[in-house]
């Protein structure tokens, strides 16, 4: 199906346009920037988070206590809620006040005072709100921000969207590492925000406040009344809609505090939507049961968490005793401990069966963690209450030993909602209907549905591909099996020995023959070099404990003890070849952690452990010598499939055979088989493809190495949409050889040839397009070999010098043939000079913004090349000439900054001599008065009250030029001063 892509005024319209419909007042669709607009109207400057004088409109509307008179004093107060060391800490606190309320006293006409939570946010009923979605909401404290587009509720800004176009030379990964470094440049801006939204015009992300890249998610599916064509506008709606984005600010979000990381959790759709089905079961009381069938990788435990969250906060049920049960104790481990790093508020325990029972029959309101074991000698019937919730974790393994009916018979009416990473119907066999029939109402299959294929197709799962070594040769003659075996096979052939070893020997015996261990080391020993060179780990698992014995010897004997680490249960009467392994829990959990978070160990060998429940996204690649089905497959596979920046699929060296036939392997439908784990086939037909995508961009141009070569491809990727196609293409290229390499085949079939010619391309398109002086810095291990072998760095470097500006560099743009590509590189160049600097001159912020629209105008065809090369060099001109003009008058850039913005920027007549005297005077008085001597003076409120005191005594009372006081010219004096001094230090 074709897809529109918004293209009316640029995404930036699009978004206010669709936000409109959604009934937020918007800002941004007319001339000028919305947020002036609205800074004139509530009198907010440029230092101020908080649109102040609309918040106390809103909050006299909303709380019968506060009124036009006692207001001020109320949000005097708020102000220092924004006041934080950390934006962690800010952002939690300040979400507890718009979800909770602030604590406040008022005065009682002759009765005292009296204690108030001011609500700040209408949540049931979000129209009573103001709602307004502006454009260029500029910020400055230390430095100054602009992002795209803000909503805000109530005057207060909630979600920062980052806008991108492909056309402009930029992408969604772009915006969320403008998102980035907004939230180090002013934090106190991302205090109140609930998310951040990047977009371009195929894609939208979000992700909560302090997120890295990774945790930047689609929203890829929608209610009916918001589907459409365009991804972009479906997100738009489905997330930003006035409803959804206050109840997930109420409703779910979490604050997790680790040693390691702390980290602010929102919702993905997937588990939104889950727990809103939830919710309405409960609520209509028709059917008290569901299955929630999520794979694995989705989040299920904060599925259940949020799920669990919302029943004991909102008004369903009366007294909901809630209930989540685990099937084994490290489950019930880790639940535990995740709810402590949460402050999961209203939570207990149930450590033993007779504490479970004295809980059931307690009945108090909260959230019971438990096991399912602890059920089996519950009295039946000793749950009361019809207002239990269970929300039962790896539902298909729940049948066992009849545990599910224990349960049932302890909660006779509770309600159940089954959650499973797994398929819930393993076949056609009647006993898999019977046991996840338990948690679906008869006609259902399941309550909500996110699949393996879901989870790939938003990236929030990797695929997974196995390469099968099953049928390997090694030295059969010497395996000593036994004397019958030697002399009845003696003179067949090699491989007809080795197939009926594999038919006959259990897969335990054979991971314990000592010729096929050390070929099967020697294999892993040699594939996992290529693993490793880009910083991924591995697991061996094996069929017994011996068997890891013998193959953890071998591979520290190659790879040294501190990268290899073996483990399993251990007995006291354990042999030696086991005792030298032998770890408590502690130990294994230590080991456990560094594997997750530090350079040691890089490979583990298991039995019978991290199968479940273990997530490493630095474990890539799984070397399977043991024989799995089903479910238990399917973990297996699940536990390379999480996600990591540079990761681009997972995969199993499948030693046992397991996915010859992956029919047999996986007795679930189609499409899980078929997604589950792909033949690496696969993969390397997804590298050739895309080999040739890249290649397709440069046809008709010879593959020659010379400077002639790489300055005709220069040229053709200098502009749209060749230059955002090889961009994009060659990323996703990198990503497919490193995950494919080594493999002989890339030899034998010419593609490192392909691939290092690209390679040379590239690292010039880094020079000249992307101004990178250190190219090869940025290339992952492998292809930094490829491109050594074919490219000479040092003669690239040369060859393509990264342009600055200035006339003493003119000449480092005589390599590039075309115009386009010289309109390009200038382009690229005043943006970078220009945009960190945007608040030290009101200059910068319009040359910055003339660049913007000659590239424009180029993109559209209104300009030719030559126009365009003519037009940015003068804007280069003028960027020079703002240190030039200043070091002329004799002026320092704060100075030359208030004298620009006097002469050029206010509707005023002023002498240049009478700016020059204010502007000279505006400073001396800054130096004299304002203490900058210590760390953060530029974001203390003290700061902002002195400087304003400042220019009151310098333009009332020393030249009496009240006409020049004004809430604009005061905020861009206030931002001249800080950027310009922060940026002497």
């Not at 997937?270 to 919710?279: D, G, K, N």
């Not at 249960?569 to 005792?579: E, G």
């Not at 040379?760 to 398109?765: K, L, M």
């Amino acid at each position: 199906m074709t897809k529109s892509v918004p293209t009316e005024g640029g995404l930036q319209r699009s978004v206010l346009q669709w936000l409109d419909g959604l009934g937020w007042e918007t800002y941004g669709l007319g001339e000028g920037h919305g947020a002036t607009v609205l800074d004139e109207r509530y009198g907010r400057t440029r230092s101020e988070v908080i649109y102040w004088d609309l918040l106390a409109e809103a909050v006299v509307d909303l709380n019968d206590e506060l009124t036009a008179d006692n207001v001020d004093r109320f949000l005097n107060s708020f102000r220092r809620d924004l006041d934080h060391d950390n934006l962690f800490d800010g952002n939690q606190a300040f979400h507890e006040l718009l979800t909770k309320g602030k604590k406040h006293t008022v005065d009682q006409q002759h009765n005292g005072t009296k204690t108030i939570y001011a609500d700040l946010i209408d949540f049931d009923e979000p129209e009573k709100n103001r709602l307004h979605a502006v454009d260029e909401f500029a910020i400055t404290r230390r430095g100054s921000i602009r992002p795209d587009v803000t909503l805000l509720v109530n005057g207060i800004p909630i979600v920062q969207l980052e806008l991108k176009s492909v056309t402009q030379d930029a992408d969604v990964y772009d915006a969320i590492s403008d998102l980035q470094e907004y939230e180090e440049t002013v934090p106190r801006a991302f205090v109140p925000t609930l998310f951040n939204v990047a977009a371009d015009q195929r894609t939208l992300q979000y992700g909560a406040v302090g997120a890295a890249r990774e945790f930047y998610q689609g929203w890829t599916t929608a209610p009916d009344a918001y589907e459409s064509e365009n991804d972009v506008e479906q997100a738009v709606h489905a997330l930003l809609n006035p409803t959804t984005l206050l109840d997930i600010l109420k409703h779910f979000v979490f604050y997790e505090r680790q040693a390691d990381q702390d980290a602010k959790i929102v919702p993905r759709h997937m588990q939104y939507y889950a727990v809103r089905e939830i919710l309405e079961r409960v609520d209509r009381g028709e059917h008290r049961k569901g299955l929630i069938w999520h794979t694995q990788g989705s989040g299920k435990s904060f599925t259940m968490l949020f799920a669990a969250k919302n029943l004991l906060e909102r008004d369903i049920l009366d007294a909901p005793q809630l209930f989540i049960v685990v099937d084994t104790d490290k489950l019930n481990s880790q639940m535990r401990d995740q709810l402590a790093n949460l402050s999961f508020e209203r939570w207990t325990e149930a450590e033993s069966i007779e504490g479970l029972e004295a809980t059931i029959a307690a009945g108090r309101s909260e959230l019971v963690v438990t096991t399912i074991q602890k059920f089996q000698d519950v009295d039946p019937g000793v749950g009361a209450t019809d207002e239990a919730v269970v929300l039962s974790d790896e539902a298909h393994r729940f049948m066992e030993a009849d545990l599910k009916s224990r349960l049932d018979a302890a909660l006779p009416d509770a309600y159940q909602f089954g959650f499973t990473g797994t398929p819930v119907r393993e076949g056609d066999r009647d006993k898999d209907r019977n046991t996840f029939d338990e948690f679906s109402p008869e006609g259902e299959e399941y309550l909500h549905r996110y699949s393996i294929k879901d989870g790939i197709d938003d990236e929030l799962i990797l695929p997974v591909f196995f390469r099968l070594r099953h049928e390997m040769e090694w030295d059969v003659d010497e395996t000593g099996l036994d004397e019958e075996f030697d002399e009845a096979f003696a003179t067949l052939p090699t491989d007809e020995k080795l197939a009926v070893i594999r038919d006959h020997v259990t897969s335990r015996m054979l991971a314990e023959i000592e010729p096929r261990v050390e070929r099967v080391v020697d294999e892993i020993d040699d594939h996992f070099d290529g693993v490793a060179k880009n910083g991924w780990k591995g697991m061996v698992v094996t069929p017994s404990r011996e068997s890891a014995a013998m193959y953890g010897e071998r591979l520290i004997d190659r790879r040294g003890e501190d990268a290899v680490e073996v483990l399993f249960t251990a007995t006291n009467d354990d042999p030696d070849l086991l005792q030298q392994f032998h770890t408590d829990s502690g130990e294994r959990d230590e080991i456990v952690r560094g594997f997750k978070k530090k350079d040691e160990p890089k490979l583990l060998v298991v039995h019978n452990m991290l199968l479940t429940g273990f997530d490493a996204p630095v474990l890539k690649t799984m070397y399977l010598d043991r024989e799995l089905r089903d479910h238990t497959l399917m973990q297996a596979i699940a536990r390379t499939n999480r996600p990591a920046d540079g990761k681009e699929n997972g995969e199993i060296v499948d030693f046992q055979g397991v996915f010859e036939n992956i029919d047999d392997a996986l007795d679930y439908d189609d499409t899980t088989r078929q997604y589950a784990a792909q033949d690496r086939e696969k993969l390397f037909e997804k590298l050739e493809n895309q080999l040739d995508a890249v290649l397709d961009i440069f046809e008709g141009i010879p593959r020659e190495d010379s400077q002639e070569t790489v300055d005709a491809c220069l040229d053709r990727v200098s502009s749209q949409p060749e230059k955002g196609e090889f961009k994009r293409n060659f990323r996703r290229l990198q990503d497919l050889y490193e995950s494919v390499s080594p493999d002989r085949r890339l030899v034998e079939e010419g593609i490192v040839e392909d691939y290092g010619w690209l390679g040379r391309i590239h690292t010039a398109f880094q020079r000249t397009a992307n101004r990178s002086k250190r190219p090869e810095d940025e290339m992952r291990e492998k292809t930094r070999e490829i491109i050594e072998e074919h490219v000479n760095i040092g003669e690239i470097k040369r060859e393509y010098p990264v342009y600055e500006l200035g006339a003493e560099y003119l000449d480092d743009l005589d390599h590039l043939s075309s115009d386009a590509a010289k309109a390009t590189t200038i382009a690229h160049a005043i943006k970078e000079s220009t945009q960190p600097r945007m608040g030290q001159n009101p200059r910068y912020e319009r040359l910055s913004e003339r660049v913007t629209d000659i590239v424009d105008e180029w993109r559209a065809g209104d300009r030719t090349d030559p126009e365009t090369v003519e037009a940015l060099r003068e804007v280069e001109a003028a960027v020079l000439e703002v240190d030039e003009e200043a070091n002329e008058r004799g002026m320092t850039d704060a100075e030359f900054a208030i004298f620009t913005d006097l002469t050029e920027e206010r509707d005023t007549e002023l002498s240049e001599d009478t700016a020059a005297t204010l502007a000279g005077d505006i400073v001396s008085e800054f130096d004299d008065r304002i203490d900058t001597s210590y760390q953060g003076w530029e974001t203390n409120p003290k700061t902002v009250q002195q400087i304003e005191l400042v220019l009151l005594d310098v333009l009332v009372k020393t030249h009496q030029r009240g006409d020049l006081v004004t809430d604009a010219f005061i905020d861009a004096v206030h931002t001249y001063l800080i950027q310009n001094y922060v940026a002497d230090e």
